[in-house]
């Protein structure tokens, strides 16, 4: 459900010429960065919002 709603929300936004980041990591639950921290998708996860918040936020 979450997946195909983010999917859905991400595929509206590009059509309204929203700049959007999505990242989809097949086989991971949700808040796996949390849960799993020692993961590498984890630590790319992690490495991805921190780029987003300095490349947006900061």
């Known amino acids: ?6 999917v859905l929300v991400a595929e509206k936004c590009e059509q309204a ?7 989809s990591y ?8 949390e849960a799993f921290p020692e993961l590498p998708e984890s630590k790319l996860a992690c490495q991805q919002i ?6 947006h936020l900061i």
């Open 1 to 6: 459900m979450l997946y195909d709603d983010s």
């Open 17 to 23: 010429g929203v700049d959007i980041t999505f990242s």
């Open 50 to 55: 921190k780029s987003f918040i300095e490349t």
């Open 26 to 33: 097949y086989g991971m639950c949700h808040c796996f960065q």
